[in-house]
């Protein structure tokens, strides 16, 4: 089982990245997915999830309007759309099924 997270960087407040995942080892299609941050210490905040089928999504208030997760069942891969983004979404960002996670990806948003 394996996520692999890429599309993290540095961006200046206001604009946009878009994260991706690669799932592998397991039937993808059959899990919900998440997208989890984590800043120091160790906060970590669930921020969006989205179901097996990609009927269905929901995130935190902190994000709700900017983000939009989405995923590919054919490929595998779940992405997560940021825009507007500000300096407090600076963070580590994780993929995460139930029976896994990411290793993380880094973003910072400053000037």
């Known amino acids: 089982v394996q996520l692999v997270e890429s599309g993290g960087g540095l961006v200046q407040p206001g604009g946009s990245l878009r994260l991706s995942c690669a799932a592998s080892?397991?039937?993808?299609?059959?899990?919900?997915m998440s997208w989890y941050r984590q800043t120091p210490p160790n906060k970590r905040e669930l921020i969006a999830t989205?179901?097996?089928?990609?009927?269905?999504?929901d995130y935190a208030d902190s994000v709700k309007g900017r983000f939009t997760i989405s995923r590919d069942n054919a490929k595998n891969t779940v992405y997560l759309q940021m825009n507007s983004l500000k300096p407090e979404d600076t963070a580590v960002y994780y993929c995460v099924a139930d029976i896994a996670w990411g290793q993380g990806t880094q973003v910072t948003v400053s000037s």
């Open positions: 080892g397991f039937t993808f299609r059959n899990y919900d």
């Open positions: 989205i179901t097996s089928a990609g009927g269905s999504t």
